[in-house]
């Protein structure tokens, strides 16, 4: 069965915004799928900032790679982010929670083979 274990770390002020909260997510297990389940996008001028994009799709867990290359998108297993209040990163974590929650229905209907109960040959003198 699939699944996976995240790891959160709450704190109060960041070295530029004292006044801010963070909150850290981690993968820090996963059954049958891969750990690197965040996209990041590598911005700014000099390509030295890593942020949060989206939760992965599966698409994106097989194309995008764990470091960037030819696209500044990537994937990771630990994501930070900051907000406002406690508040705002309780909405961002529930949110986050409900597209991995998303993201592993979407794999798991991927590779749910369903056996056939009828197998059909069609021809031109019809169907049998």
């Known amino acids: ?6 790891t959160r770390v709450d704190a109060k002020g960041t070295p530029n915004k004292p006044t801010a909260y963070s909150m850290e997510l981690t993968v820090s297990a996963a059954n049958d799928m891969p750990n ?8 700014g001028e000099d390509a030295s900032t890593d942020a949060f994009a989206a939760v992965a799709s599966p698409e994106q867990l ?13 994937r990771s297993a630990k994501i930070k982010l900051v907000a406002a209040n406690q508040a705002a990163l309780d909405e961002m974590f529930d ?6 929650q998303l993201l592993i229905l979407n794999l798991t209907a991927l590779t749910t083979v369903i056996a056939p109960s009828r197998v059909y040959t069609v021809t031109a003198n019809g169907t049998s």
């Open 36 to 43: 690197e389940v965040f996209v990041k996008q590598r911005i």
């Open 95 to 100: 949110q986050i929670a409900a597209e991995l």
């Open 62 to 74: 097989e194309s995008l790679l764990l470091e960037p290359a030819a696209t500044s998108y990537f």
């Open 1 to 6: 069965m699939r699944r996976i274990t995240l």
